[in-house]
Each structure stands twice: as C-alpha cells, then as structure tokens.
C-alpha cells in the first residue's frame, strides 16, 4: 500500500507518541512550551472532508463536512488515553462552512443544497436530551450561480453585545432572501472605472459585479439583516477584539501576482460603511483610493481561512492577546499583533504554526481547556483535529517582538471615539447631522474622513448641496464631490468646476491622486466632460507628468489616457521606457491600449516592442494572459496602414521567449563568504553602511543579484519568499548576509520545502500549495511561482522536510565586493 503521508502528516521525525499524554504529538514549528497533538483522524469515506469548527457549552466541539453532515466531538482530557468520541447529528442539515454556538442554539451556515438550500440556520435541542431536533431556517441567502459554489457562505460571529450576530460571505455568495434590511453602506455601489477593464483570462469571476464580498449583522432570530461592509473578495472568517473591534483576513487572486493591480492576502480592520475595493479582472482599486480602505497588515501569498483572538486560552501575552489567522494553501497559522493607530489599527504578522502540508480550515478556542482546536480538511482532503496547548506556567509572560508604539495611545483611543460618533451616523437624519459631519471631511486621519464621507451621503443631498457650492478648503472639497458624484443626478460641469478650481499644483502627492480620483468619480458618475474641459484639464495634468511618484504617475496616465490631450501618447511612452518597476509598465501599456489615435508610426513600434519585455517578467498564471489582452486591445486601434507597416513586429512577437531570470548576466566575481565580508558577527548596521559608496546603485543591484524575482521591497517584486522591507530591523548585518550566502543553513518555518518521493520513484520536491481533488500541488521552482506539479494521492510513497533551501546559493557571486556593500546598504535603507 503506497504511504499518503499528505494525508497522517507523519513528516520524517515531526511526529511523536507519548502515552502518557494520549495522543500523537507533533512539530508544527511552535513558539517553545507549546506542543500540538492529533485528537482526531476523520475516517474521509464515512465522515467527509470537514471544512469548520465550533465549540459548544460542554467544550465539545461541532464539525461540518463540506459535503456532507455535521457531527460533535468530544474531546480527550490532556493527560488521559482515552480516545475522541465521534457523533453524527442525525438532522437533515450540513454542507455547513460556518458554525457558532450561542445562547443555546447552533447556528449554521448553510453554502450548498443540505436542507432547503444556501442560508442561516437555526438547530436547538428542544426537548433536552442533550440531542438537537429542531431545525429553523432564519434566512435563505440566494446565490447568483449554482449552491455550494466557492466564495460564498461563510463564518458566523456572535457581536460583541452576544446579542447579535456578523454574518460573513465572500464575493459569490449573493445576497439574503429578499436582500439586505438596512445598510451602513450607501447603496450606490459600482464599478466605477474610468477606462474599460480587462477581465480575468480565464474568466474567473468575470461576471461578479460589486458590492463583492460583504459582511451583515442581524439579530438572533435572524429577522433584520443590515449590511455593514462590502469590497472584499473572499473573507472566510472574522474576529472581535475586546474594543469590540471586527477583523477579517480577505484572500488575494495569486494568478495576477506581478500585475499592478495585484493584491496580497490581508487582514483589514472591519468599519462602518467600509468599501475595500475588490473588482473583477484588472479592476481592483488601489489602496490609495480615497472611495475605499486600505489593509491593516498585508501578508503575502495564501489562501485565507479560519481567524480568531487568543482570549479565550489560557496561553500568556502577548499570544493571549494576539489575532491568529489561518493559510490554507501554505499550511500556516500566523500570529497578528495589533496596535491602535490613529482611528484605526496597524499590525504585524508572524509565524505561529506551519507545517508542509497542514491544510488548516478552522481554528477554534475552547474556553473549558483553554486550548487552540483546528481542523485540516476542504475539497476532498483529509481530515485531521488537532490540539494546541500552552505547556509553560500558567500566567507566564513571554519576551516577544511587539510593535514600537507610534501613536499616544490617549490620541487613538481618542479617534477612535470620533471614528464611532461619525458612523453612528450612517443613516438617514436630519440636516442638523451635517454640521456634525462637514468639520471631519478634512480631517487628518484617513478612517475619520472616511467615516465622515459615508456619513455625509447617508444624509439627502439637498441638506449639504449649498454647502459644497461655497467650500474652498481641498481636502474637503474633494471628499465632498466624491460624495456628490457618487449620490447627486446632473451635477457634473458643477462638479468639475469646484474641482478644476483648486490649486492642483500647492497639493501634496497623495492629494493630487485623490483629486484624479474625484475626477475620475464625476466622469464615471455623472458623464463626460465638454471637449473644451477636457482639453484644458488635460493640459493642465500634462505638465504635472511624471510625477516620480508610482501611483500618482498611475493615476495621471489613467486620466490622460482617458482625456487623450495632444503629447499624451509620448509622455506615458517615455515613462514607459524609463521607469523599472514591471508592474509601473504593465500600468502604463494598459492604459496606452485605449488611446485609438494621435500616434506616429515610431511611437507604435516603441510600443509594440515593449511586449518584448513583457514576455520575460515572472509573475502569476493570469500575468501573460492580460499582457495579452493589452495587447490585442491595442492592435485593435490600428488601422489598415499601420498594421500593415508594423506586420513583422507584430509576428515577431508571437515567437515563443524565454523569462530572462538575470537581468544583466555576469560573470562569477568569486565564491563568497561571509567571513570574507562581514567577519565581526557583532558589525553594526552603521558600521556596513559607512562601507557602502553608492546606495542607491544598490537597487539595481538587487536586480542584478535577481533577488527581486522572490524578495519583495516596499511593495515591488516577488512574494513568494520573505518581504525585505525592514529586514534590517530584523537581522543583523551578520545575520541577513549569512542567510544570502547559506541559504540551506536556517531555513524559515514557513519557506521549508518537502520532498515528495513517488511510488515509481520520482522526487519532487518544493512548496506544496495546494490540496484536493485526490491529491496536492508542489511549487518547484520561486522563479516561475505560477508552475505547479501536480502529484496524484495514489502516487505518493513518501513525503519529508527539504533539508534544502528554494533560495539558489551563489546569488551575489557575480557581485563585486562593494557592490555587496552597496547592496546592503540600500536594504538598510528601506
């Protein structure tokens, strides 16, 4: 019998029997004094692959399989031999991916065709025997496309008053029977793209239109469903704190990594009204977008799934304290600290848990024990309960990294307050409310305009229109005519007009992207501007480009793009030629694509000759398909002649290219070590800087060294090994060279690779990242992180940690020894 050791997660030595505690423990990579041990093996042929987890008023917890039944398990006693003892619910309920025991009811989240169909639950045990009999539905959630689709129903929350409950769906659930009651977000709703979008290549999603994923309060009977927020693409669970604040982790579309409208996993702080920018296809919002929200902590590639605080176990702080939130795809369990920042909060992750593969779906506290529960399980995969304990004193305080605190704490909890008082009022009131909410439009912190814009156009028009007329303050006024744009008929050349007369050049950056925004906005909303507006405006936005900052040179090539003035084609051409960043360009082509006129023959062969270069960036499966559809939208403006005249170039590009994975090869310099560069392991960070003569030479470099193939730096690059922003605040010198040079030496947790030896003796190894469908998915090469080999579960003999690092030795080799210096001294700079 071949061994799917995918399916027992025995990994060479990580797994351990220890009678005396009664269950198999093992090496999840856990901070020291806490261990995990397997509870409960699901037998997959009689109970299904589970998919979520609740914990109910004896501490037992309630399972779903994803296709199937629910069932309640009994846990084993730390300490004692005695096995998990398994129960089906015997109702004609399941198909569950959200459960929440409360107030002595299980409430279920139903996402396929159990009982009457996708909705919200009610099972109570009416005649209590310790059995549930009763089965309510409380509201049907009809779904655009067939039940039991992904991204649709997911996690139940009980509010923080417990007298409530937060419903949470990702951006194919649909909408409540009937739709929603009330909602803290305006509805007007859109697409709101100024230029058309490209959708996905593969036709994911493409007919999913906004609000997108959203999450709803109602009460315990389920009667009044109120929308609270909306914008994400599939959140899967969320989590109060203890300031009564929500937390989400919302998902990214791994096939667009290396496109500029890439998005990584995210954990974002949950507000009133709160819009969080997820469309289609090419459509996604940037973070900057003053019409939505950006993340609070940004984690990289995964597959977001279960999310809870500490609370509720007995581990000491910060671990108690902390947001843990689940990775599917990469078998990891990440620890979130939180701090409050201004109105809102800002956080960083680490590792918690991970093990290859561990794809973990749930994670539950039990407030009887005090230990973490999570389930492995989701398409077909097996499923495994495991238990994670504190093992140390109880009470102990361990010595973990933090966050520096960067706002006084009286000043946040002090804009949080006004944060609160402005959503109070997303809802209709009367026009008293705008002299509450105007004063806030400009204010210094982004989530209190936010709130306050939200606000606003939950109030009629007609109460704040005067006031708009005679506003001159810029932040206001722009904050304003979002709101106008976006809830007023027939007020465009007004609009354009207050707008054209702010001073566009005294605006900071981040004010002029806002700006182009509102711009955008008013064209969306309320049509097209007069050729003579257009022509000035755009002259007007010429002169102000490029900008040398990357997302207002983004947004000046939306709108001159759209607005088309004479020098527009050469100025966005040049900037496409100069600028570094792969995913700069791919903006800038994308927007060029539209402009059908106004070009010379040279411009259309410097343009089509881009295409050349586009063929070699690495990025996600989705990345060659939309350089695709730029392209085919742009030769669909030629004309007869020009295609004519461009016809060589136009074949040549339909030769088959290699990624270039150096951008400028070398030869080997000599093999380094870091003895010879660094031989103090205690050198300061100054120290290696004072060595550098050329930092900025150093992002070049870095290119050069292909590190940025992997390695992300303020936000450009690869995601698929560690973010190097801030790794000198992590590493010292010593320590980070050391990493560059023996990679294989200490390698992280959650990087490991495995090695998959197949029953006809293959060896595979790489990053698993992902599972189901009778088998799992191993990434073995970070150049190309779109490429993937699939190994079928019956052809698995055996599966071990990668005693090898995915990171290739020699990297700097062909580096001179002051380019090294360089190097690291641009990387302590960012």
Request: aromatic share 8%.
């Amino acid at each position: 019998m071949p061994r799917f050791i995918l399916c027992n997660l025995m990994l060479s030595t990580a797994l351990l029997y220890s009678p005396a505690l009664g269950a198999k423990q093992l090496d999840f990579g856990l901070p020291p004094n806490f261990v995990a041990e397997e509870i409960y093996e699901v037998p997959n042929d009689e109970q299904g692959s589970w998919i979520c987890l609740a914990v109910d008023d004896r501490g037992r917890l309630i399972a779903s399989d994803q296709k199937g039944a629910l069932y309640r398990l009994t846990v084993p006693e730390v300490g004692h031999g005695n096995a998990a003892k398994v129960e089906q619910i015997h109702l004609d309920i399941g198909m569950a991916m959200g459960l929440l025991y409360a107030h002595d009811s299980l409430y279920v989240m139903v996402n396929g065709r159990s009982a009457d169909g996708p909705g919200l639950y009610r099972l109570r045990d009416t005649n209590h025997d310790d059995q549930f009999d009763s089965v309510e539905l409380l509201r049907a959630i009809e779904p655009p496309g067939n039940p039991g689709a992904g991204h649709g129903n997911h996690a139940i929350v009980l509010g923080p008053d417990e007298e409530s409950l937060f419903i949470v769906c990702g951006n194919m659930a649909g909408f409540p029977a009937g739709g929603f009651d009330s909602s803290r977000v305006p509805r007007n709703w859109g697409e709101d793209q100024l230029l058309p979008r490209m959708p996905d290549g593969r036709g994911h999603a493409a007919r999913i239109m906004a609000p997108g994923g959203w999450i709803a309060e109602t009460d315990l009977d389920g009667r009044h469903w109120e929308l609270v927020c909306s914008g994400f693409r599939n959140v899967y669970d969320a989590a109060f704190n203890r300031a009564g604040d929500l937390f989400t982790y919302d998902a990214d579309m791994e096939f667009d990594l290396g496109t500029p409208w890439y998005r990584p996993t995210r954990v974002c702080h949950v507000v009133s009204g709160g819009e969080y920018g997820w469309r289609n296809g090419s459509g996604k919002w940037p973070a900057y977008y003053p019409d939505s929200l950006p993340a609070t902590v940004d984690i990289g590639l995964g597959s977001p799934t279960g999310v809870t605080f500490g609370y509720d176990t007995n581990f000491p702080n910060p671990y108690r304290n902390s947001l843990f939130i689940c990775d599917w795809s990469y078998g990891r369990i990440y620890l979130v600290d939180l701090e409050r920042s201004g109105a809102t909060y800002r956080g960083q992750q680490r590792l918690f848990a991970s093990y290859a593969p561990l794809p973990v779906v749930d994670l539950v506290a039990n407030p009887l024990d005090g230990a973490f529960y999570l389930v492995t399980g989701g398409r077909g995969v097996q499923s495994h309960v495991y238990r994670i304990r504190f093992t140390g004193q109880p009470g102990a305080k361990l010595a973990e990294p933090g966050i520096a605190p960067r706002t006084d704490p009286q000043i946040a909890n002090g804009l949080h307050a006004q944060r609160q008082e402005l959503e109070e009022l997303h809802a209709p009131r009367e026009a008293a409310a705008v002299d509450r909410i105007w004063p806030d439009l400009d204010h210094r912190d982004r989530f209190v305009r936010y709130a306050a814009r939200i606000a606003l156009e939950q109030q009629p028009v007609k109460h704040w229109q005067d006031r708009l007329s005679s506003e001159t303050d810029p932040q206001t006024t722009i904050a304003a005519v979002i709101a106008a744009a976006r809830c007023a008929k027939d007020m465009g050349q007004l609009l354009q007009m207050k707008l054209y007369s702010l001073p566009l050049e005294e605006l900071s950056h981040d004010r002029k992207a806002e700006l182009l925004r509102a711009y955008g906005l008013v064209f969306i909303r309320q049509g097209r501007p007069s050729k003579a507006f257009a022509d000035e405006l755009g002259r007007r936005l010429l002169r102000q480009f490029p900008s040398d900052e990357s997302d207002l040179d983004r947004e000046l090539s939306r709108m001159l793009a759209y607005l088309r003035p004479q020098g527009t084609i050469e100025a966005t051409l040049r900037l496409l030629e100069e600028v570094e960043s792969p995913e700069d360009q791919m903006h800038h082509a994308a927007m060029l694509r539209v402009v059908d006129d106004g070009w010379s023959i040279d411009q259309r062969r410097r343009y089509f000759a881009w295409f050349r270069k586009a063929a070699t960036y690495v990025g996600g499966r989705s990345n060659g398909e939309f350089a695709q559809q730029i392209r085919e939208d742009a030769e669909s403006t030629l004309d007869v002649a020009e295609r004519s005249e461009l016809a060589d170039l136009l074949s040549s590009l339909d030769e088959p290219s290699q990624p270039d994975l150096k951008a400028e090869p070398r030869p080997v310099v000599k093999k380094w070590t870091v003895a010879e560069l660094i031989p103090n392991r205690d050198t300061t960070w100054q120290e290696t800087i004072s060595q550098a003569s050329d930092i900025e030479r150093g992002e070049r470099l870095f290119s050069v060294a292909t590190c940025h193939r992997c390695h992300q730096v303020r936000g450009q690059g690869g995601r698929v090994g560690p973010n190097l922003s801030g790794a000198t605040r992590r590493f010292s010198p010593y320590d980070l060279l050391e990493t560059i040079i023996e990679p294989s030496k200490a390698i992280p947790h959650e990087f490991q690779a495995v090695t998959v030896v197949t029953v006809d003796g293959k060896v595979v190894t790489g990053q698993v990242i992902n599972f189901g469908k009778g088998g799992m998915s191993v990434r073995t090469d970070p150049l190309q992180p779109w490429k993937s080999t699939r190994i079928a579960q019956g052809d698995i003999e055996e599966i071990s940690p990668s005693k090898v690092s995915q990171m290739p030795t020699g990297l700097i080799d062909v580096l001179q020894k002051q380019e090294i210096f360089d190097l690291l001294g641009w990387l302590a700079s960012q």
